[in-house]
């Protein structure tokens, strides 16, 4: 972003909210609409001119990011707050107080998500904004938090300029994003009941996080929401890659969440003596397995797109340095926007095992272990994306999402929208994760921009 | 080897036996020499052209191999005898009271290897001849065994033969070869101190079991044997490898035991995200380090000779699915009968890895973490046993041994030779090693030509 644009422009936000003077609709509670009209027809038309010039309140937004570190800092500066820590949900409190303040009502759903609510100045379903509070264990100040403060920001703003948006606003924390997207996956009605049972890095199970939280894990299934009933939902997030970094470019119009596949790769040769059995006569199960993890790299990057292909984990057996290796076994995964895409990934990479394999003669399977289809953006949405960013003179660039969000688990029900602030060299899930202050700023505003354009086109 | 020709000989042998009607040294005691005097000059000329044509009863020899498999049985048909287990020492118990009968006396000595002795006929430093009667846990019944039960086979051809060597004969039975060489060590005085607290797979430490054994950690270095106090050492041992059975080789005349050298390769890239990092943008540790595995294969088939390079162990960090790996730690190990061939290769490897380093954008190190000296055998006695070999119309190939062996701990004071009998497939170390009774009878029948060879020829 041009600096000097966006002080410029928030100059005239300041002067249009001043000139404005819209009703804050501060008494308004629950999701029902209809509670407090705003002005409509010609006395309405002021405030909406106003409303399009809102900006959020950069140096308040990053404040609250800082108070919000307090809950689960670690030495290295950055942030422990797995799911159902005290930590956690600390951070939920202060969160919620901060939504009271602006005059939304909160509760803790079933999955104890902690939800949101203000009513509309019309009976039309609500718009969702949301992300997460959690981390990973020795996680980052960003990820998750980043569009958790942003949707605060958004709702102050509007709290601060009296705006009444048309439909109900409900801002969404969801639960457990990092250890399985526990809470947007509750939404849509995807929580197997088995996971209740999973033990996470707080020391409680899943289950019996989500009752200290306050929710019911055995009416889990109450809380999943019916498509059609949430108009459109939104969520900023740092990019957690280094694309928008590297392109110097600020905003990201995220086309979807890719999907992923993963695969066991099982690679069996033949165990034996190290020493003794010369060179042409091995099955070396781990020298094919390498040419494997060459291959998967090699035709990921030849292949036009933006797929990835990653293989993260490797054991030879029995491994040690005087046995050549009988069996390997390794993890693939391959991600794209598009499944038929990754299908035809996973193809090529298969015809080079088969090469593999019959030249080293051994036997290369690919077991499926995992799978996320892709999630792509509502297209309409990513359109307004691209403006509110373009009315702020932001650079935007289409991408997709390489990481997975709740925002997948929400588009199961409703048309999601995703707008990504930089990740400094994409770096994540670490302590040295970071975005500039300007640019989480910038990344609010055009989450309200977008925001308030749904408002208006959106029924 | 032909089948015929041996019957043929064994035939002719047991001839000459009934024809030489040689002195049967009973009495015999102790290593020192000179106590019974073999018939020498004309009377001792008809009990040497028969030895030169004694074999060994192929029959009894197989019969004290099975009886052998009863001290540590698996339920696979294998064997678990490791070091200083109860199995280990009742198949200690077994082969002394075999020895004992052939009119050797047994005794441990301070590193508890059980050896067992007999004077010669002159005034000599002694002939060695043994292996080891331990196994790896979970192991077969044919490594180690054959060259201990071949050698106790010898020594009772003798003794039903009457024939006193000129030389005194140990038999040694080094204790704890397989976690460690750690009898054949000692009397090299190579052991060092911090060994003898190593647990063992017996649940003794070394110490321990040494002292439970009868021997004394603590005077473990005065069982060090002096250079020249021992006339030359021989050991029959099974191939453990595929060489000689595919060949369809009866005998190895093995030039020497290879020498070892081991690295721990690291290969420093950048931990990412694997959804969120473009292909082009990593610096992925895996894909290197696999370059490197298959140019480590590449390089050790490429050049001339009997080297072996193998990676055996590899491990890649974080190691998940998921993150791309920003470090991986594998093993390197090469081995030739050549330290200055292991040199070369190492040195083509380090060339490979610099270009892949420099392409994938990542470091590579290597850090040696063990070196084993190569150790020819004297090629004096090479040629006998080509020559004990050649005598018995059998097939000899000369060769390394890739694997290592008690001989080559005895090479630091004494000149070694080494027999190898065909390991049918090359397996070892597992409850499928196999080899043939009639190729096992051959190698100790190799064995007895080349002590006798040794006994009329070496001073």
Same mark, same amino acid.
């Given at each position: 972003?041009?600096?000097?644009?966006?002080?410029?422009?928030?100059?005239?936000?300041?002067?249009?909210?001043?000139?404005?003077?819209?009703?804050?609709?501060?008494?308004?509670?629950?999701?029902?609409?209809?509670?407090?009209?705003?002005?409509?027809?010609?006395?309405?038309?002021?405030?909406?001119l106003?409303?399009?010039?809102?900006?959020?309140? !950069? =140096?308040?937004l990053?404040?609250? *990011?800082?108070?919000?570190?307090?809950? $689960?800092? #670690?030495?290295?500066? &950055? +942030?422990?707050?797995?799911?159902?820590?005290?930590?956690?949900?600390?951070?939920?409190?202060?969160?919620?107080?901060?939504?009271e303040?602006?005059?939304?009502?909160?509760h803790?759903?079933?999955?104890?998500?902690?939800?949101?609510?203000?009513?509309?100045?019309?009976?039309?379903?609500?718009l969702?904004?949301?992300?997460?509070?959690?981390?990973?264990?020795?996680g980052?100040?960003?990820?998750?938090?980043?569009?958790?403060?942003?949707?605060?920001?958004?709702?102050?703003?509007?709290?601060?300029?009296?705006?009444?948006?048309r439909?109900p606003?409900?801002?969404?924390?969801?639960?457990?994003?990092?250890?399985g997207?526990?809470?947007?996956?509750?939404?849509? !009605? =995807?929580?197997?009941?088995?996971? *209740?049972?999973?033990m996470t890095?707080? $020391?409680? #199970?899943?289950?019996? &996080? +989500?009752?200290?939280?306050?929710?019911d894990?055995?009416?889990?299934?109450?809380?999943r929401?019916?498509?059609?009933?949430?108009?459109?939902?939104?969520?900023l997030?740092?990019?957690?890659?280094?694309?928008?970094?590297?392109?110097?470019?600020d905003?990201?119009?995220?086309?979807?969440?890719?999907?992923?596949?993963?695969?066991?790769?099982?690679?069996?040769?033949?165990?034996?003596?190290?020493?003794?059995?010369?060179?042409?006569?091995?099955?070396?199960?781990?020298?094919?397995?390498?040419?494997?993890?060459?291959?998967?790299?090699?035709?990921?990057?030849?292949?036009?797109?933006?797929?990835?292909?990653?293989?993260?984990?490797?054991?030879?057996?029995?491994?040690?340095?005087?046995?050549?290796?009988?069996?390997?076994?390794?993890?693939?995964?391959i991600?794209d926007?598009?499944?038929?895409?990754?299908?035809?990934?996973?193809?090529?990479?298969?015809?080079?095992?088969?090469?593999?394999?019959?030249?080293?003669?051994?036997?290369?399977?690919?077991?499926?272990?995992?799978?996320?289809?892709?999630?792509?953006?509502?297209?309409?949405?990513?359109?307004?994306?691209?403006?509110?960013?373009?009315?702020?003179?932001?650079?935007?660039?289409?991408?997709?999402s390489?990481?997975?969000?709740?925002?997948?688990?929400?588009?199961?029900?409703?048309?999601?929208?995703?707008?990504f602030?930089?990740?400094?060299?994409?770096?994540?899930?670490?302590?040295?994760?970071?975005?500039?202050?300007?640019?989480?700023?910038?990344?609010?505003?055009?989450?309200?921009?977008?925001?308030?354009?749904?408002?208006?086109?959106?029924?």
């Open positions: 972003m041009n600096r000097r644009t966006f002080a410029r422009r928030a100059l005239a936000a300041l002067g249009a909210l001043q000139l404005g003077r819209p009703v804050v609709a501060q008494a308004a509670r629950g999701t029902a609409s209809g509670l407090v009209p705003a002005p409509a027809g010609p006395l309405g038309e002021l405030p909406e106003a409303a399009q010039d809102l900006r959020v309140d !950069g =140096e308040r990053i404040r609250t *990011l800082e108070a919000l570190h307090a809950f $689960g800092r #670690t030495p290295e500066g &950055g +942030i422990s707050r797995v799911a159902f820590s005290d930590a956690d949900r600390q951070a939920r409190a202060y969160v919620a107080g901060l939504l303040e602006a005059g939304f009502e909160s803790v759903d079933l999955a104890s998500n902690l939800v949101a609510s203000k009513a509309g100045s019309e009976d039309l379903n609500p969702m904004m949301g992300s997460h509070l959690d981390s990973v264990p020795e980052g100040n960003f990820d998750g938090q980043v569009g958790s403060m942003g949707a605060v920001e958004v709702v102050r703003t509007l709290a601060d300029a009296g705006h009444t948006t439909h606003l409900e801002v969404v924390f969801f639960v457990n994003e990092e250890a997207k526990t809470g947007s996956r509750a939404l849509s !009605g =995807e929580v197997e009941r088995f996971e *209740l049972a999973l890095p707080s $020391g409680l #199970t899943i289950g019996e &996080g +989500i009752r200290a939280n306050g929710g894990p055995d009416r889990l299934s109450e809380a929401i019916e498509a059609g009933r949430v108009a459109a939902f939104l969520e997030h740092v990019e957690q890659g280094g694309v928008l970094d590297r392109g110097g470019i905003i990201g119009v995220v086309e979807g969440i890719v999907g992923i596949r993963r695969w066991e790769i099982t690679v069996e040769g033949f165990a034996n003596h190290a020493g003794t059995t010369p060179m042409p006569d091995r099955r070396d199960a781990l020298v094919a397995a390498a040419r494997l993890v060459d291959a998967v790299n090699r035709v990921a990057l030849e292949m036009e797109g933006t797929h990835v292909a990653t293989v993260g984990r490797i054991q030879a057996e029995p491994g040690a340095p005087n046995v050549i290796p009988g069996r390997v076994t390794a993890s693939l995964e991600r926007l598009a499944m038929e895409k990754i299908d035809r990934v996973f193809e090529a990479i298969s015809a080079r095992a088969d090469d593999i394999a019959a030249d080293l003669g051994v036997t290369i399977g690919f077991e499926p272990f995992y799978l996320s289809r892709a999630a792509p953006t509502d297209p309409r949405i990513r359109d307004m994306v691209a403006a509110a960013a373009a009315d702020l003179e932001l650079d935007a660039l289409r991408m997709p390489g990481a997975g969000h709740d925002a997948q688990s929400i588009a199961q029900f409703a048309p999601i929208g995703m707008i602030v930089p990740s400094v060299d994409g770096i994540s899930h670490s302590p040295r994760e970071y975005s500039r202050p300007g640019q989480i700023a910038a990344g609010a505003d055009v989450l309200l921009g977008t925001l308030l354009r749904l408002d208006r086109e959106w029924d």
